[in-house]
């Protein structure tokens, strides 16, 4: 098994609503990403866990706030968002992070609407 | 500083012809490099990586790659382009201890 699996593929929410966007992968691997994609720009980095810690918070707004319950599962929860905060969130993983990050596998992609 | 650059934002070539998309890193040490391709509304898809050893790299989909250290240089080639090809591609490499991507180079394909 070589995916990562994200839910939902598209979520629409407004800007008082709580929503959470998930993600799994069964390779065993130990590092895990959230990046934030805008329309015709690169993946940006918001936040890895390596070994189910949070290693890497890339100054993102604490309305984004992740959680990784297990090694194999990666949450981010959504509280009162703004319009901006509209993109692909995309979820990776990798066997390792730092020195050794590796390939880097990603899921397909939650699409986020704000309203 | 460590990244990877990407100075072409599009690229059009036509059905058939070959292609070559560029990526410049500039890091002290060999990096690990990568390219990735993305599809519209789709999450990014591996097409090669070299971390070492032979210069030629082979993907898959028929592309390869070729790390010139003398260039700083990790350029995308495909002998032959196939219209399902259209999309979006992204060098990517270390930055301190994460990874990172260039900016993208959009390929459009002429029939």
């Known amino acids: 098994d070589t995916e990562v699996t994200q839910t939902p593929k598209h979520l629409v929410m407004g800007m008082t609503n709580k929503k959470s966007l998930k993600c799994e992968q069964h390779m065993g691997h130990r590092a895990m990403y959230w990046y934030k994609q805008k329309a015709k720009k690169p993946p940006e980095l918001m936040f890895v866990?390596?070994?189910?810690?949070?290693?890497i918070n890339e100054s993102v707004p604490s309305r984004f706030s992740p959680e990784c319950p297990n090694s194999s599962l990666l949450n981010l929860h959504l509280h009162a968002l703004q319009p901006e905060d509209s993109a692909l969130y995309l979820c990776?993983?990798?066997?390792?992070?730092?020195?050794?990050?590796?390939?880097?596998?990603f899921g397909e992609g939650s699409r986020l609407t704000v309203l | 500083a460590q990244s990877v650059t990407q100075p072409d934002i599009h690229i059009t070539v036509s059905e058939g012809a070959s292609l070559e998309l560029r990526c410049n890193y500039s890091y002290g040490a060999t990096p690990y490099l990568f390219w990735y391709v993305q599809s519209p509304g789709q999450g990014l898809q591996l097409l090669l990586k070299?971390?070492?050893?032979?210069?030629l790299v082979q993907g898959i989909k028929g592309f390869e790659a070729e790390f010139k250290r003398s260039q700083s240089s990790f350029n995308l080639r495909k002998p032959s382009v196939h219209w399902s090809d259209a999309a979006e591609y992204f060098c990517?490499?270390?930055?301190?201890?994460?990874?990172?991507f260039g900016a993208g180079t959009r390929l459009t394909v002429k029939p």
């Open positions: 990517a490499g270390p930055k301190g201890n994460d990874m990172r």
């Open positions: 990776a993983s990798s066997q390792e992070s730092g020195a050794n990050t590796g390939e880097l596998f």
């Open positions: 866990y390596s070994y189910e810690k949070l290693s």
């Open positions: 070299y971390f070492s050893g032979d210069t």
